[in-house]
T-cell receptor
Framework: RKEVEQDPGPFNVPEGATVAFNCTYS??????FFWYRQDCRKEPKLLMSVYSSGNEDGRFTAQLNRASQYISLLIRDSKLSDSATYLC??????????FGGGTRLMVKP | GAVVSQHPSRVICKSGTSVKIECRSLDFQATTMFWYRQFPKQSLMLMATSNEGSKATYEQGVEKDKFLINHASLTLSTLTVTSAHPEDSSFYICSASGPAVYSNQPQHFGDGTRLSIL
């Protein structure tokens, strides 16, 4: 079993739609979590941190459920520019990051 | 701040060639640097972790004699793919962390190097 698991997608949604991604993790000792965005042939870029209390940044909302070892990302009012791969990432001791396989999002006009 | 520069961004070379990739932290001291590899439609896989002045720690399945890592200073780490073959073609990404970086993320990524071996 992978330490961080994601549905690979792709999620094909129309502009303006709301889409949600889920992620599960197996290492209960993971210190914190992040969502990264990766465009094709580019490096991953930090999208947002994930807190148990929830974290909202504009159209993006991230949530962590430690009891269920489950992380979510909600994107409202999808834009064409949101098309990318979204990586769920666990932060472990020693500043180590473990990446999920990524979920691909395609927003269509 | 917290900028990591990776060079070159693109390499195309013949089989058997050795290729060196540089990773520099431009505005902070990187006590630890990480090297990842990403194959098409797959996620980033950690290859090795290097601490300044120490030998790199390689992940299981990564050949240390094939992928030579040097981290001689707090701002520079290099990855050399020795005698590269077509199966080594991949996207290689470095990242850096250190005590002076912003706390909002534990690692800062370079732009990546796309390596194609013919």
């Amino acid at each position: 079993r992978k330490e961080v698991e994601q549905d690979p997608g792709p999620f094909n949604v129309p502009e303006g739609a709301t889409v949600a991604f889920n992620c599960t993790y197996s290492n209960s000792a993971s210190q914190s979590f992040f969502w990264y965005r990766q465009d094709c042939r580019k490096e991953p870029k930090l999208l947002m941190s994930v807190y148990s209390s929830g974290n909202e940044d504009g159209r993006f909302t991230a949530q962590l459920n430690r009891a269920s070892q489950y992380i979510s990302l909600l994107i409202r009012d999808s834009k064409l520019s949101d098309s990318a791969t979204y990586l769920c990432v666990a932060h472990n001791a020693g500043n180590m990051l473990t990446f999920g396989g990524g979920t691909r999002l395609m927003v269509k006009p | 701040g917290a900028v990591v520069s990776q060079h070159p961004s693109r390499v195309i070379c013949k089989s058997g060639t050795s290729v060196k990739i540089e990773c520099r932290s431009l505005d902070f001291q990187a006590t630890t640097m990480f090297w990842y590899r990403q194959f098409p439609k797959q996620s980033l896989m950690l290859m090795a972790t290097s601490n300044e002045g120490s030998k790199a720690t390689y992940e299981q399945g990564v050949e240390k004699d094939k992928f030579l890592i040097n981290h001689a200073s707090l701002t520079l780490s290099t990855l050399t793919v020795t005698s590269a073959h077509p199966e080594d073609s991949s996207f290689y990404i470095c990242s850096a962390s250190g005590p002076a970086v912003y706390s909002n993320q534990p690692q800062h990524f370079g732009d990546g190097t796309r390596l194609s071996i013919l």
